[in-house]
């Protein structure tokens, strides 16, 4: 179920099977190759800090050359959208 869209990609909500957590699945479309890079050195930053005023990234992983999925905490996403 797609849930949000934004400049990058689509929201997407989803399901962590073992622990029933809902989380929210970002898509991003990859235009350029500089882009690939800009996402990952921001997933290896994400994946280093946990603060109560930061979405927490629980994975992220990419399906194909274009495309990257960040599996993020879904409530601080809904309780910050205005």
Request: proline share 0%; glycine share 2%.
């Amino acid at each position: 179920m797609k849930f949000f869209r934004g400049c990058f990609g689509k929201v997407y909500l989803c399901k962590e099977k073992s622990t029933q957590l809902n989380l929210a699945a970002k898509c991003i479309r990859l235009s350029r190759d500089s882009d690939r890079k800009k996402v990952e050195k921001e997933v290896a930053i994400m994946s280093k800090l946990q603060h109560r005023f930061i979405t927490q990234l629980y994975d992220a992983f990419a399906t194909s050359s274009r495309d990257i999925i960040l599996v993020m905490e879904l409530r601080r996403i809904i309780f910050t959208s205005y």
